[in-house]
């Protein structure tokens, strides 16, 4: 696990601010910045731009899930939270707010590497998980537009489906296009035309 990680602690007890950060270096990583309130989150997100946002909180509400989920933009960062009791609605808002790692019982110095690690690694795997899928659905778009492309073609030249995708195809290579971009004017100047 990469230890070059940037960390933001938000804790409001300065005491124990100051135990997670040095749990954290003992655990080996060295940039960690600490927060006393949610309130500035949104802002010193933006100012320090961390890697793993961790949120050490007796009572969360909705509406502090709610400013978290808008705040730490938990699609480009992992987000740790550490609560001391919870109930199963909290639980689902906090994981739909994207909350990486959610642990009820409060922040034990001894677990504080592992959830972190644990963190990290979900946050990784759902990140790869969304790229993927966000690629499937271009896939699938592309192929929809290109089998629209090839009807047109087809329907205004009389030509079977191997030739209307071969034509796509040598004039993509003609222009220094991708074929998808030829399509894509093709379906766009189509329907400006019907």
């Not at 600490?34 to 509400?61: M, S, Y």
């Not at 110095?109 to 644990?118: D, G, P, Q």
């Not at 220094?176 to 971009?181: A, L, S, T």
């Amino acid at each position: 696990m990469s230890r070059d990680l940037s960390i933001l602690v938000v804790e409001a007890d300065p005491q124990k601010a100051r135990d997670i950060i040095d749990a954290l270096m003992e655990a080996g990583w060295s940039d960690v910045h600490a927060l006393a309130q949610t309130a500035g989150l949104e802002r010193e997100i933006k100012a320090r731009q961390p890697d793993i946002v961790l949120i050490d909180v007796a009572n969360p509400d909705r509406d502090m899930l709610e400013h978290l989920s808008l705040a730490s933009d938990s699609k480009s960062r992992a987000v740790a939270m550490f609560v001391d009791k919870t109930d199963d609605d909290l639980t689902q808002a906090a994981l739909a707010a994207g909350v990486s790692a959610y642990v009820v019982d409060g922040l034990q110095m001894n677990r504080i590497k592992s959830v972190l690690e644990t963190a990290i690694a979900r946050f990784q795997l759902l990140r790869q998980m969304q790229s993927e899928l966000d690629a499937a659905k271009r896939a699938l778009e592309d192929r929809k537009t290109l089998d629209r492309a090839k009807g047109i073609l087809m329907r205004q030249r009389g030509v079977s489906e191997d030739e209307a995708y071969q034509l796509l195809r040598k004039t993509a290579m003609d222009q220094g296009r991708k074929v998808i971009d030829v399509a894509q004017a093709l379906v766009t100047a189509a329907d400006l035309l019907a």
